[in-house]
C-alpha cells in the first residue's frame, strides 16, 4: 500500500499564497498519477491536479494559471503551489495516487486508490 499525508494547509487572505506538501510512503514506486483534490462544505470533491509519470500536467480550469503541481521524486513528496488565492479555494484539500490512470480521466476522484487525510485551506 501507499500512505499519504498532506500539510500545508492554513489560513489566509484573499491574493496570498500556500503551498501544500504530500508526503508518500510505503510502495511509492509503482506510483504513476498524483493529483490534488478538493472538497468545500456541501459540494462535492473537484479534481484540481494532476501530474503524471512523464511530468504532464492537468489543472482544473479554476485553478489554471494560479496553482502549480510539481513532485520530488527522491523525497517521494508531491507539491502544490497556489497563488492568488480567492475566498471560493476554500476547501479541504487531499493528496490522491495511483499506478496508472485512463488517459482523460485524470481529474476523476473514482480513478485513485490511495488517498491522504487532507489539509483544511481559508481564504478570506
Known amino acids: 500500500d501507499v500512505q499519504l499525508v498532506e500539510s500545508g494547509g492554513g489560513s489566509v487572505q484573499a491574493g496570498e499564497s500556500l503551498r501544500l506538501s504530500c508526503a508518500a510512503s510505503?510502495?511509492?514506486?509503482?506510483?504513476?498519477?498524483m493529483a490534488w483534490f478538493r472538497q468545500a462544505p456541501g459540494k462535492e470533491l473537484e479534481g484540481v491536479a494532476v501530474?503524471?509519470?512523464?511530468?504532464?500536467?492537468t489543472y482544473a480550469e479554476s485553478v489554471s494559471g494560479r496553482f502549480t503541481i510539481s513532485r520530488d521524486n527522491a523525497k517521494n513528496t508531491l507539491y502544490l503551489q497556489m497563488n492568488s488565492l480567492k475566498p471560493e479555494d476554500t476547501a479541504m484539500y487531499y493528496c490522491?495516487?495511483?499506478?496508472?490512470?485512463?488517459?482523460?480521466?485524470?481529474?476523476?476522484?473514482?480513478?485513485?486508490?490511495?488517498w491522504g487525510q487532507g489539509t483544511q485551506v481559508t481564504v478570506s
Open positions: 490522491a495516487a495511483d499506478s496508472v490512470i485512463l488517459p482523460g480521466r485524470e481529474l476523476e476522484d473514482s480513478q485513485y486508490t490511495y
Open positions: 510505503g510502495r511509492t514506486r509503482g506510483v504513476g498519477c
Open positions: 501530474i503524471v509519470s512523464d511530468d504532464r500536467t
